[in-house]
């Protein structure tokens, strides 16, 4: 009997899972992926929990997630998938782009990081690229996380007094629930301005929104 020449059926296929929230963006991934001799699309998720449920279930290599999504976000997923163990790799695919979104990725355990304009190449590059354990990165998030490197972080108290600042509370409601001085309260505020160069509450946690640092519920 001749031998198989074709390297590709000699290596098992590149199972990948699919999450975006937005049907035409996954569907039209998954259709790109299809005809890849290499790849194949072992599922597809709508929200948070549908894929954090379906990477459980089919333990796929790669798996490309939005960073936004309803029920549970993208990075909570991914904070989940680390915990659990599961031996999958995650590349996250979104149209934000903030030095911040991408830093909180990376830390929380994202291999690559895509932008949902990137070509057939670069997506089907990654997925290659990371399921071999390697990270991917395009040159203009690189640059993102460059200029981040260069700017002024916000402490964890800092963002625990904005997030309390983007939900309306005063400088006297947030002290008495941090247990801190209303002094204090303006003391962290001042150096949150002048970290996100802005100037009022409202630019800051519209600027601070933006970066990814708070949410607004």
Same mark, same amino acid.
């Given at each position: 009997?001749?031998? +198989?020449? +074709?390297?590709?059926?000699?290596?098992?296929?590149?199972?990948?899972?699919?999450?975006? /929230?937005?049907?035409?963006?996954? !569907?039209?991934?998954?259709? +790109?992926?299809?005809?890849? @001799?290499? %790849?194949?699309?072992?599922?597809?998720?709508? $929200?948070?929990?549908? #894929?954090?449920?379906?990477?459980?279930?089919?333990?796929?290599?790669?798996?490309?997630? @939005?960073?936004?999504?309803?029920? %549970?976000?993208?990075?909570?997923? =991914?904070?989940?998938?680390?915990?659990?163990?599961?031996?999958?790799?995650?590349?996250?695919?979104? &149209?934000?782009?903030?030095?911040? /979104?991408?830093?909180?990725?990376?830390? &929380?355990?994202?291999?690559?990081?895509? =932008?949902? $304009?990137?070509?057939?190449?670069?997506?089907?590059?990654?997925?290659?690229?990371?399921?071999?354990?390697?990270?991917?990165?395009?040159?203009?998030?690189?640059?993102?996380?460059?200029?981040?490197?260069?700017?002024?972080?916000?402490?964890?108290?800092?963002?625990?007094?904005?997030?309390?600042?983007? #939900?309306?509370?005063?400088?006297?409601?947030?002290?008495?629930?941090?247990?801190?001085?209303?002094?204090?309260?303006? &003391? !962290?505020?001042? +150096?949150? =301005?002048?970290?996100? @160069?802005?100037?009022?509450? &409202?630019?800051?946690?519209?600027?601070?929104?933006?970066?990814?640092?708070?949410?607004?519920?």
């Amino acid at each position: 009997m001749k031998a +198989n020449s +074709n390297p590709i059926a000699k290596q098992e296929k590149i199972r990948v899972l699919v999450a975006d /929230d937005h049907p035409i963006v996954r !569907h039209g991934v998954i259709a +790109n992926l299809k005809p890849q @001799d290499d %790849m194949t699309v072992v599922a597809e998720a709508g $929200d948070g929990v549908e #894929a954090l449920a379906l990477i459980k279930e089919h333990v796929p290599d790669v798996v490309l997630l @939005d960073l936004r999504m309803p029920c %549970m976000d993208g990075l909570d997923v =991914l904070a989940e998938v680390k915990i659990s163990g599961v031996p999958c790799k995650v590349i996250i695919m979104t &149209t934000f782009d903030s030095e911040e /979104d991408v830093q909180r990725a990376i830390r &929380t355990g994202a291999r690559g990081y895509l =932008l949902k $304009d990137s070509t057939q190449e670069e997506i089907l590059d990654a997925i290659r690229r990371v399921s071999l354990g390697e990270t991917y990165l395009p040159a203009r998030i690189v640059q993102k996380v460059a200029e981040g490197m260069r700017k002024p972080e916000l402490s964890p108290r800092e963002v625990e007094v904005l997030q309390w600042v983007a #939900a309306g509370k005063s400088n006297k409601e947030i002290g008495a629930q941090l247990f801190i001085a209303e002094g204090t309260v303006k &003391t !962290h505020m001042k +150096n949150v =301005l002048e970290k996100l @160069d802005v100037v009022g509450r &409202t630019a800051a946690i519209r600027e601070a929104v933006h970066r990814g640092l708070v949410r607004l519920y």
